[in-house]
């Protein structure tokens, strides 16, 4: 298995929160001995563990399992920190403002990485009253497609989701929005400001 709780993740985890293996065993009901065994690779909780033990550590089962301690620094909630997260297996977009580990169809998920956008995915912005018309020049058959298009302001996020056979075309209120994302479903994430 190469996604499991480590030895040195439980161990860095107890110790910030200024625990001694024998509190952490009595909060979990194992002994202080089974403790000792998983920080110096001897042995590994039982999958029976692993959620009484993230209960115990103050981050979840899926930080736990990763290794990663996720501290969203970002308290002040930034939307314009926002990331997008989408599922390689259902497509499925999560959203979220700043740091997050994010998980879909068993999958651990990075945030999407917005790269500007170029000559074919060419995100298109066009003031009309009181809205920005988007549209993407982008085939949009069933194996190649935009999957969403998005506009973020310091107040929200607008978001349309696309189907293939469908056109590359959103409205959104231009309302403070500083950047526009368009997803592609083989190519990634493009941004483009208005």
């Known amino acids: 298995m190469d996604k499991y709780v480590t030895g040195a993740v439980i161990r860095r985890l107890r110790e910030s929160k200024k625990m001694t293996q024998e509190e952490l065993a009595a909060e979990i009901f194992v002994s202080s001995k089974a403790v000792s065994k998983w920080e110096t690779g001897q042995g590994f909780p039982d999958i029976s ?45 999560i959203q979220s403002v700043g740091e997050s580990v994010i998980s879909c169809c068993g999958i651990t998920m990075p945030p999407a990485e917005a790269e500007e956008a170029d000559r074919d995915h060419m995100i298109r912005i066009q003031p009309v009253e009181d809205e920005y018309y988007v549209t993407v020049d982008h085939p949009m058959k069933k194996d190649h497609y935009i999957s969403f298009l998005a506009a973020v302001s310091d107040n929200g996020v607008q978001f349309v989701k696309l189907y293939p056979e469908s056109n590359a075309e959103a409205r959104f209120k231009i309302n403070r929005v500083k950047k526009v994302y368009a997803f592609c479903n083989r190519h990634g994430l493009f941004r483009e400001s208005p």
């Open 49 to 93: 563990l692993i959620e009484p033990l993230s209960q115990a550590l103050d981050i979840s089962v899926i930080e736990l399992l990763s290794g990663e301690d996720i501290r969203n620094g970002n308290r002040s909630c930034n939307i314009a920190k926002s990331k997008f997260y989408v599922c390689p297996v259902c497509g499925n977009v």
